[in-house]
């Protein structure tokens, strides 16, 4: 290799080093912290969820009546997806959303089979959970934001799926990402950072989670004014 080749190539490595990672990324920043790996569709079973009561306590802490139109984001098996269905009733309606298409077929097959006509399942984007604009009361994230691998770029198109009073509701446990955990100072500083602001919180009796509901406070940023937060936030 000649000494020139040689040059050129140190060079090029230097600007790559001093690239801005958020030009490779859409303009968004990518995320200060760790993201947990997603090792199944099933938080725990139906069953166990069900005798601490969980979903109901969530759905009476979220305010979820007959009527809302609400949002099931990385909905698994369906756990919340069935129970939000029949609490929002004919009237209302839920689109539950997967990033896997195996496990989007699963919940449809499921849908259909318990002939639920007010639900419809979608298969979602790592980074857009591609709703619809201004078309939900409420959009559940349950036990799987610290799965997402981009924060600032998922938030930033979830949001603009709220209806003006809306809510996202976060389920989660206060512990860190690597165990599958979000802290909620860090889910604060996330929020935050796309102008939303947790408005409240519970603990879940018998789960080892707590209940975060957000509001949008200030407008949208664009994604190069998106600050970013680092784990220990």
């Known amino acids: 290799m000649s000494n020139r080749l040689i040059a050129l190539t140190a060079l090029a490595a230097l600007a790559g080093c001093d690239a801005d990672p958020r030009e490779a990324n859409g303009g968004f920043p990518v995320a200060g912290r760790a993201v947990a790996p997603i090792v199944s569709d099933r938080f725990s079973t139906e069953d166990a969820r069900d005798r601490v009561g969980e979903a109901e306590q969530v759905?009476?802490?979220?305010?979820?009546?007959?009527?809302?139109?609400?949002?099931d984001i990385g909905a698994g098996e369906g756990y919340y997806t069935i129970r939000l269905?029949?609490?929002v009733g004919p009237g209302g309606r839920v689109l539950a959303q997967d990033i896997i298409p195996e496990?989007?077929?699963?919940?449809?097959?499921?849908?259909?089979?318990?002939?639920?006509?007010?639900?419809?399942?979608?298969?979602?984007?790592?980074?857009d959970p591609r709703l619809p604009p201004a078309s939900f009361d409420r959009i559940f994230l349950v036990h799987m934001y610290h799965e997402v691998t981009e924060p600032y770029e998922f938030l930033w198109n979830l949001r603009q799926g709220l209806r003006q009073g809306g809510e996202v509701v976060v389920v989660d446990a206060d512990r860190p990402i690597k165990r599958h955990g979000m802290p909620p100072g860090l889910l604060d500083c996330e929020f935050a950072a796309l102008g939303m602001e947790r408005i409240r919180t519970a603990e879940i009796a018998g789960a080892d989670a707590y209940f975060a509901a957000f509001r949008i406070s200030r407008e949208l940023p664009e994604p190069s004014e998106i600050d970013v937060c680092e784990e220990d936030a």
Do not use: Y
């Open 103 to 127: 496990t989007r077929d699963a919940l449809a097959r499921r849908v259909q089979r318990e002939e639920l006509e007010n639900v419809s399942v979608r298969l979602g984007a790592s980074a």
């Open 59 to 71: 759905m009476e802490l979220a305010g979820i009546v007959p009527g809302m139109s609400v949002a």
């Open 85 to 87: 269905a029949n609490a």
